[in-house]
């Protein structure tokens, strides 16, 4: 089976940068997926990583460790706006059709 | 369309009434996801569709769910004898073939069972 374990809650200020970590198990990786929820909204995706490195797509990054089965997305230069929901999501080679399994999701509050 | 869309966007039943869902993917888009997600939970897979293959229901709850593609588009999920825990917002999603990391959501059908 498949488990991804990300925090709950994190809370940051305007303009500062923030790391939200994924930590998954998986019995055949393929590649691990974010995505951003606002309350009330629907998730909209922001990136995939297949292989090991950063992506960057403007204040958003994310990184991929498959040796170390380890992800994360990195906010920078936060805004009022980034306030959401943030889900890690694994796509299993052995699943069929290698279906997303999401994380819980993380609260991202940011101040002022 | 544009986008996925969802009808209705909201539903009240009552426990025991039967309730249809429906999902109209982005057009083009062969894959086919249904996802239910509780108050502050994360994304809980339902039900998958791929084309013309069969469909993956391994993440339905019990016999009580169901659901149906007509002509490789428009999705229905069918929950009978609706129970109090069937309470949630309903997702649907869609991707080309292929591309299943990255899916487009509908806004969802918020269900309350009373």
């Known amino acids: 089976g498949q488990s991804l374990e990300q925090p709950s809650e994190v809370t940051a200020v305007e303009g500062a940068i923030v790391q939200i970590n994924c930590t998954y198990q998986t019995s055949g990786f393929y590649g691990l997926s974010w995505y951003q929820q606002h309350d009330g909204g629907a998730p909209t995706f922001l990136s995939y990583n297949a292989l090991d490195g950063l992506e960057e797509t403007g204040r958003f990054s994310s990184f991929l460790s498959r040796s170390d089965s380890y992800g994360y997305l990195l906010l920078q230069e936060l805004q009022m706006k980034d306030s959401a929901s943030y889900f890690c999501a694994v796509r299993d080679r052995f699943n069929q059709g290698g279906k997303l399994i999401f994380g819980q999701g993380t609260e991202l509050s940011v101040k002022p | 369309g544009a986008g996925v869309s969802q009808s209705p966007s909201n539903k009240v039943t009552e426990k025991g009434k039967d309730v249809e869902l429906r999902c109209d993917p982005i057009s083009g888009h062969t894959a086919l996801y249904w996802y239910r997600q509780s108050l502050g939970q994360g994304l809980e897979f339902l039900i998958y569709?791929?084309?013309?293959?069969?469909?993956?229901k391994s993440g339905l709850p019990s016999d009580r769910f169901s659901a149906e593609r007509t002509g490789g588009s428009v999705s229905t999920l069918t929950i009978q004898r609706t129970q109090q825990e069937d309470s949630a917002v309903y997702l649907c999603a869609s991707s080309l073939e292929g591309v299943q990391e990255t899916q487009y959501f509908g806004p969802g059908t918020r269900l309350l069972v009373l």
């Open positions: 569709f791929q084309g013309n293959s069969a469909p993956d």
